[in-house]
């Protein structure tokens, strides 16, 4: 088991293309040029290879990761399960980094229980200079840095003459392919099998993925055409198609341009060595030519019937464009393939979707010149556009519109004093003598007692004055009794005003005097605010264009937003001739009695209220907003 590890410095040597020196005539060599010809495809030959090259490094482990007509092809080769469960957690980033990164890479490895070090070698997969369609990964037994990287070099060799020796294959095939077209498609006859296929995604992956291998491209995909909307459906090589994406934004987009310019289009590099060139010049197949580094890009258009069903779109290295024969013989071939994909998208909609497509059907077919609902609606057309012009109807006014108290009631403290208790809060409802908030009496009480031991003694002074028969005494402790007894009137008054009362039935609305307790407050001081039930309007807020039609007396209709099952009629009474800002909003100002206040109707409440204007023509009050606009951009020109 590999107890620790020591990742060398990844080797970045460039792998061996096509094109350069063929390796030495070694047994390793020898064996993948037999299995190359013995091969029936592909991918056979990568999976013998694969066994072919842990042989020769006697490999406990090895890993391949390959691009396929049918996806991703994935192979693994180990002597025993544990050395699966051991290297291919540490393996698998290599790989991927292999391939992604076009490098060849090396790591080391320590392995404390065997007392041995192995190397991990990783080398990308390339069949021509300019594309790489997979990594192959060995690990192999070492003793140090530098004989890691001798067998890295070697390893790099032997992947790069796989490459080479699949390439013929892959040139075999499309040569078998070109001489069997011309005879039919017998070479699709895995393809043309469309009740094989559970849904379209299943058809149109297999389709591109054969198509890709057979035509030697890098790239294919199919979009289905519905409703002139095109969607697709699949890309060769990905199992999930992100429509986000840039690579697929720039299919998408190439797809639509062929869909409207309704031919075949291409954009490559002119070829003058080419027999049959085809190459057009549309601006969206020219972004993704230079998107993917100068590479052929084509588009084929699929129809049935004379309409176009489905988009082929093409895309293979620069060095192979493609010729119009080549393009009308994919087409050819595809054709056939065209009526069973569109069964089996029909028959995967959902429920929504065939109602959607039904719904479309009938209504093309009922306003076709020839039937008789579109006479029947043509009919109505007219009448109702006599009725427009010629009738008239009422025009209603709609504004906003606030219930408001028609007078608010401000209950002041009638004189310095601290506030000793509050027994309601804003927004309670009060009856008429319900106890709002007490004021301190106590020196008011202490004042009262002193001045009536004032008047006490002054009544007792006059008394014993009279009894004594001294006049001028008896008069001034009368008038001592008189001044006593005005002071304790006063303070009475104020002691009875400090428990402040409601003075009618209503709603508080402002005023919270709870947190005030204890606090001193002058005299004439607002306390609380308010708004009797029984005495509330409506107040409505006319914005400018509809304020020249308010007049007092119109019948107005209104909602709150509180409950807008239940309308209400009241009349105008009064429009304010000056705007004001409301809500940072320049409105006129109309006030409408209400006849009756509902129970639930609270101060503040919001709605919409309807004014009856008049009757005017109906194409007036259905156009006389446009018509005013027009009118006023063209006096300010």
Known sequence: ????????????????????????????????????????????FYRTALRKLATHFDAPFALMNLDSPSGTMDDCVSHHASADERWKPLCSGMLLDARYRNLSVAKLYDSIALNKSFAALAAPVGEDARSTIGSLLVVTQTTDKNSAQAQLTEFQTLVALAGTLAASIQRKSEADTSSSA???????????????HQSVYELAFALVNGLKSRVGCDQVSLGLVHQQHLRVLCISGLDDLYPRTPGSRLIHHAMEECLDAGEMVCYQLESDQLANPVSTRHLLHKQWHHATGNSCVATVPLEQQGQRVAILSLRRGANRPFRA???QRIQQTV?????????????????????MDSARTSIARWISPNHR???????????????????????????????????????????????????????????????????????????RAQLKSQQSIAGLEMTRALQS???????????RARMASSELAVVEGRIAAARICAPTTGYLLLGDVVPRV????????????????DDMQIELHAPEFSATYLQAGQVVEFTTNARPDQQHRCHLHRVEVAAEIIQGKNVFVAEANLQATPEWLRTGMTGVARVDAGRQPIWWVGLHRLIDSIRLQLWKL
Do not use: Y
Request: hydrophobic share 45%.
């Open 335 to 355: 054709l056939p393939l065209v009526p069973g994909l569109l069964l089996l998208a029909r028959a995967g909609r959902g429920l929504h979707q065939h109602l």
């Open 325 to 327: 024969d080549e393009l």
């Open 518 to 533: 204890d606090e001193i407050v002058p005299m004439g001081e607002p306390l609380v605010q308010l708004a009797p039930a």
């Open 469 to 479: 028969h001294q006049h001028a005494p008896a008069a001034q402790a009368a008038a």
């Open 182 to 196: 011309s005879n039919g498609s017998a070479g699709w006859s895995g393809l043309t099998k469309v009740a094989e």
């Open 373 to 447: 609902v579109r006479r029947a609606v043509a009919a109505t057309v007219g009448v109702l556009s006599l009725w427009c012009l010629l009738g008239t109807t009422t025009h209603h006014v709609t504004v906003p519109c606030e219930v408001v108290p028609r007078h608010l009631r401000q209950i002041a403290a009638p004189f310095e004093a601290r506030i000793m208790a509050a027994h309601v809060r804003p927004g309670d409802r009060v009856e008429a003598g319900q106890l709002l908030l007490e004021l301190d009496t106590r020196e008011l009480e202490l004042k």
């Open 1 to 44: 088991m590999v107890q620790s590890s020591h990742p060398s410095q990844d080797s970045t040597a460039n792998p061996q293309r096509v094109g350069e020196p063929a390796a030495e005539q070694t047994p390793i060599v020898t064996a993948l040029r037999a299995a190359a010809e013995q091969a029936s495809s592909k991918q056979d």
